[in-house]
């Protein structure tokens, strides 16, 4: 099993910036895609990125351009830049690890989900 914790999030205006990081301990970390959700209030955990072992990325399209993920295999940790934030990016993003016989990414193919960490934008 991996441990997984976010950090990073907080308070920033329209048009800022922020960078999240998630922290693995545990389950070797370098071989397994890892990806960034995010849940804003009364709405469903949505997809935002994800990064596969060989450094392929995706995207949600809501995030495409905006958004880059990368990784350090060797600190262990996957990162968020988030760049030209918008008030609808509000929520909790986490991160989570997929589970090797899976190929989509919807959260049901995720585990070892990290706490969360708020990010907020303001118009």
């Known amino acids: 099993q991996v441990q997984l914790v976010e950090s990073g999030g907080g308070l920033v205006q329209a048009g800022g910036s922020l960078r999240l990081s998630c922290a693995a301990s545990?389950?070797?970390?370098?071989?397994?895609?890892l990806g960034w959700f995010r849940q804003a209030p009364g709405k469903e955990r949505e997809f935002v990125a994800a990064i596969s072992w060989s450094l392929t990325t995706y995207y949600a399209d809501s995030v495409k351009g905006r958004f880059t993920i990368s990784r350090d295999n060797a600190k262990n940790t996957v990162y968020l830049q988030m760049n030209s934030l918008k008030p609808e990016d509000t929520a909790v993003y986490y991160c989570?690890?997929?589970?090797?016989?899976?190929?989509?990414?919807?959260?049901?193919?995720?585990?070892?989900w990290g706490q969360g960490t708020q990010v907020t934008v303001s118009s």
């Open positions: 545990g389950r070797t970390f370098s071989r397994y895609t």
């Open positions: 989570a690890q997929r589970l090797p016989s899976s190929s989509n990414f919807r959260p049901q193919s995720f585990d070892s």
